[in-house]
């Protein structure tokens, strides 16, 4: 399953949110364009235990309150209709990975100094959900901060890298929980090169 936006049409402004399946051959299966052209994206795909298609649909125009809703498909690429919708929190929020079962969510604080625009710092609050936007757990001093950490899915749990918080130190890490979130086992990874925080 791929997943992303499709190019813009000549003459109209915006593209559409677009899902490809293919063959083990890599030959096409099916493809679907969304029919809202609204500069929206399909992210995160993956098939569900029910045999389904869950996708992260979002859109790059902000809206207040808007953030992403989770949309299913059939195996043959075509829309259930069933949405669950993903509220916006404190700045921002990311949906980073997918799996069968679970979704690591990411909400973004800025930290601002009292009196200041400008942002001192950024927090990053992680949470894994299920395809019907339950919340299952906050990932405790594990910071999955957008686009630095992946998530798959075994049998007996989550297997995620990222970064172990301690007093205000981040170390890469690797990390593995069951499905509910709690901690089987982790292993911090010391930096190749050093005075490097990576």
Do not use: H
């Not at 109209?12 to 809202?36: F, M, Q």
Request: charged residues 30%.
């Amino acid at each position: 399953l791929l997943v992303g936006r499709s190019r813009e049409v000549p003459g109209e402004d915006a593209g559409s949110a677009w899902l490809l399946c293919l063959n083990p051959d890599r030959t096409v299966s099916w493809e679907y364009t969304d029919d809202a052209k609204d500069d929206g994206y399909f992210a995160c795909a993956a098939e569900l235990e029910d045999g389904t298609i869950g996708l992260v649909s979002g859109t790059t125009v902000q809206e207040p309150d808007s953030a992403y809703a989770l949309r299913f498909f059939t195996t043959d690429g075509k829309p259930t209709g069933k949405e669950v919708s993903i509220p916006r929190r404190k700045d921002a929020v990311i949906i980073q990975n997918a799996t069968k079962s679970r979704i690591q969510l990411v909400y973004m604080e800025e930290i601002r100094k009292a009196g200041e625009n400008q942002y001192r710092s950024v927090r990053f609050d992680n949470y894994l959900i299920d395809w019907d936007g339950n919340e299952i757990a906050f990932l405790e001093d594990f910071d999955l901060g957008p686009f630095d950490g992946d998530m798959i899915e075994e049998a007996d749990g989550l297997v995620m890298n990222g970064y172990e918080l301690q007093d205000f130190d981040a170390s890469k890490a690797v990390r593995k929980t069951d499905l509910q979130g709690n901690l089987i086992w982790e292993t911090r990874l010391e930096c190749i090169w050093p005075e490097t925080t990576r």
